[in-house]
């Protein structure tokens, strides 16, 4: 089994900045060997998808509305990836999910039914 624990979520105004951190831990998968994203899911809307990275870190996805603003990466040491969000929207508001599967391929994983594992969430809420 493979644990997931997001962080860094909290109350930020908006044009603000955040961190999100999701560590990776358990016994039968490296971090390593994971293909990762992020997903968010908003108060009375379906969850989806952020950003997604290969097991490498070559490849990455982002979905339109976060272009340019965030980025996803991953740090192999200490088993753990992150969302650097910037110039955030009261519209990023949302719960915040890491999700993983294991691959070892080049290719990123857009969607939630993609993924094996999943950690509990961290709300971020961005006020006006």
């Known amino acids: 089994q493979v644990h997931l624990e997001e962080s860094g979520g909290r109350l930020v105004q908006a044009g603000g900045s955040l961190r999100l951190s999701c560590a990776a831990s358990g016994r039968t998968v490296s971090e390593y060997s994971m293909a990762m994203g992020w997903f968010r899911q908003a108060p009375g809307k379906e969850r989806e998808s952020v950003a997604a990275?290969?097991?490498?870190?070559?490849?990455?996805y982002y979905t339109d509305s976060v272009k340019g603003r965030f980025t996803i990466s991953r740090d192999y040491v200490k088993n753990t990836m992150y969302l650097e969000m910037n110039n955030l929207k009261p519209a990023d508001t949302a719960v915040y999910y890491c999700?993983?599967?294991?691959?070892?391929?080049?290719?990123?994983?857009?969607?939630?039914?993609?993924?094996?594992?999943w950690g509990q969430g961290t709300r971020v809420t961005v006020s006006s």
């Open positions: 990275i290969s097991w490498s870190g070559s490849n990455t």
């Open positions: 999700a993983a599967v294991a691959d070892r391929s080049e290719i990123y994983y857009p969607h939630a039914h993609q993924y094996d594992y």
